[in-house]
């Protein structure tokens, strides 16, 4: 992949999802590579937190900022009264960021509500910094497509996907046996079945190395931000899913490899710092200068790897299923979580029992239907999300 339009680096930028996590980091990368000296950001979106929104858009002087949450409208307009800086709000406040005519656009909206105004800047043809894994899970091949059609530059930003996009050679695609995906195995990756089925959110969010929002977080403690990570690395590398391999490495230093068929494998190493892959996201297909830890290897002294206890988190086994299927069934494990997910944060279902819905929900839903439009993959995902809501509620009543 090369960049085809726009500048290098790009001049124009829009952050979707401004505020989360990837977003304050991406704003401090952006600081660091030259903020309003280099680069004109046009659009920042967010959600709840309005304040924060407004402080960015004033300090970034940027065109239009955007808040999903309709009721927060007037808030966001008072909080940045007197700027020039234009408000909207909901789906069409951020269609319109999207649309805005930035050359890089950052997708860091978290879960589904990412898929369609990432869709409408992919189809203008923005260069498309990925972090919103959530676009290729439910949407791979349409997601694909899109990008194909608006001849922008997909780059990922997930560390993992981001690592295996910079040891990739070109030149040697049809060469590339496997990936191998790494995973830090969480909290709990030494924990018994036993152990891990009394635990609150809390527990299951404090992270050993990188510091993530809440999705992200518990994700990793289930395994299933590994899962989700499988099915986006086959649509963003066009692979089997044979191809695919997790290995769990507690200390996230490398981040992840390729395996080529004359035995070499290629790591990309550092430390776990969301920033670098941020930053390689807006400076490819060079590379700018950013501050932050740099690996030393004599501290570090070694490097640990075991194989993913599937049996403890079937999180991976489910994600091999579902590439098996094809068709909807990514959509239908990624919402089936997301719902499992809140269910679990809300205290209503066990840390296990998100594993178990997702479960039953994809069995239900095992009907080989096609992923081809939005409609559809929109559909099952309205389905997944009732079916899990109803195993969800059987589970309370069993309780
Ligand atoms: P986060 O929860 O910290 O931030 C999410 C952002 O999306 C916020 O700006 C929030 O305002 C916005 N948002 C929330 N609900 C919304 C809605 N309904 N409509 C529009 N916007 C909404 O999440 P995050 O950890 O920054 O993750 C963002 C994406 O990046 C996710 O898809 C995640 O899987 C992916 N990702 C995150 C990390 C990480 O280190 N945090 C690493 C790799 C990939
Ligand atoms: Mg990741």
């Known amino acids: 992949m090369t960049r085809q339009k726009g500048s290098n680096p790009p001049e124009k930028l829009t952050v979707l999802g401004a505020t989360g996590s990837i977003g304050t980091n991406t704003l401090d990368v952006i600081r660091q590579l030259g903020g309003r000296d280099r680069f004109e950001i046009l659009g920042l979106t967010g ?40 408000v909207a709000s909901g789906k069409s406040g951020l269609q319109e960021a999207a649309s805005l005519e930035a050359d890089w656009v950052m997708a860091a909206i978290a879960g589904t509500p990412g898929l369609e105004p990432t869709l409408t800047a992919a189809r203008r043809g923005a260069n498309i910094a990925l972090a919103n894994k959530e676009c290729l899970v439910t949407g791979g091949d349409v997601f694909i497509s899109t990008m194909r059609e608006g001849g922008g530059t997909l780059i990922p930003v997930d560390s993992e996907h981001s690592a295996i996009f910079q040891c990739l050679e070109p030149h040697n695609r049809d060469k590339v046996e496997r990936i191998v995906l790494t995973a830090s195995g969480g909290p709990f990756r030494t924990w ?45 590398f066009d692979l089997e899913p044979s191809q695919i391999e997790v290995i769990v490495h507690p200390q996230s230093i490398i981040h992840s490899m390729v395996a080529y068929t004359d035995g070499s494998v290629i790591a990309q190493l550092g430390c776990p710092d969301m920033r670098t892959a941020i930053a390689y996201a807006l400076t490819y297909p060079g590379r700018g200068t950013l501050d932050v830890e740099r690996l030393d290897f004599a501290k570090l002294a070694r490097l640990d790897f075991e194989a993913p ?60 239907r096609p992923a081809d439009t939005i409609d559809a993959i929109l559909a099952a995902d309205t389905q997944a999300r009732a079916y899990a809501e109803d195993v969800i509620r059987q589970k309370q009543k069993a309780a």
């Open 47 to 86: 959600a709840g937190n309005v304040a924060l929104l407004a402080e960015q858009a004033r300090e970034l002087g940027v065109k239009l900022a955007v808040t999903a949450d309709d009721e927060k409208y007037a808030e966001l307009k008072d909080a940045l009264a007197g700027s020039g800086i234009a």
């Open 309 to 368: 206890d599937e049996d403890r988190f079937p999180s991976i086994r489910l994600a091999r299923l579902a590439l098996q299927r094809g068709g909807v069934q990514g959509a239908v494990l990624n919402a089936a979580e997301e719902t499992a997910f809140h269910a679990f944060v809300d205290g209503k279902i066990g840390f296990l029992h998100m594993a178990d819905t997702v479960e039953s929900v994809m069995e239900r839903m095992n009907d080989g």
């Open 192 to 236: 018994s079945r036993e152990q891990m089925d009394g635990v609150t959110a809390e527990i299951a969010r404090a992270h050993p190395n990188w510091s993530m929002g809440l999705k992200v977080s518990i994700g990793s403690a289930s395994m299933f931000n590994k899962a989700l990570e499988m099915i986006e690395a086959k649509y963003l």
